[in-house]
């Protein structure tokens, strides 16, 4: 439908035509996004069409999408999982959140170092 009617070309002619890098424009999409659905296929879905309109073939901006998005649905409680988890072990949400955000943090750092440092350098 966005393909059809026209809007997924405007927004990515937007997003090239910014003076941020697409590095950062794709990070920023699928974090929030991640927040927002709390699950892999709706960031997926959003964010993995406009890095293939953006950049095809470039699987570095595909691993930004897919950590960046994962970091963002894992410190959230619209995630089911971490309701299951936090109902079934009766522990609190935010303390559990809380330690998933920094594991979340330290998996972002990683790979933004790595990638940074093997394509970016």
């Given at each position: 439908?966005?393909?059809?009617?026209?809007?997924?070309?405007?927004?990515?002619?937007?997003?090239?035509?910014?003076?941020?890098?697409?590095?950062?424009?794709?990070?920023?999409?699928?974090f929030?996004?991640?927040?927002m659905?709390?699950?892999g296929?709706?960031?997926?879905?959003?964010?993995?069409?406009?890095?293939?309109?953006?950049?095809?073939?470039?699987?570095?901006?595909?691993?930004?999408?897919?950590?960046?998005?994962?970091?963002?649905?894992?410190?959230?409680?619209?995630?089911?999982?971490?309701?299951?988890?936090?109902?079934?072990?009766?522990?609190?949400?935010?303390?559990?959140?809380?330690?998933?955000?920094?594991?979340?943090?330290?998996?972002?750092?990683?790979?933004?170092?790595?990638?940074?440092?093997?394509?970016?350098?």
């Amino acid at each position: 439908m966005l393909t059809v009617i026209g809007t997924l070309d405007e927004i990515v002619s937007v997003f090239n035509n910014s003076s941020l890098p697409q590095a950062v424009i794709i990070a920023c999409l699928s974090f929030i996004f991640g927040v927002m659905t709390g699950m892999g296929q709706g960031y997926i879905a959003i964010v993995m069409p406009i890095v293939a309109l953006m950049a095809p073939g470039n699987i570095v901006l595909v691993g930004i999408a897919m950590v960046y998005g994962m970091a963002g649905q894992m410190v959230t409680p619209t995630h089911l999982c971490i309701l299951v988890t936090v109902e079934y072990f009766k522990c609190r949400l935010w303390k559990t959140i809380g330690k998933c955000g920094v594991l979340s943090l330290l998996m972002v750092l990683i790979f933004s170092a790595w990638t940074y440092w093997r394509y970016y350098l």
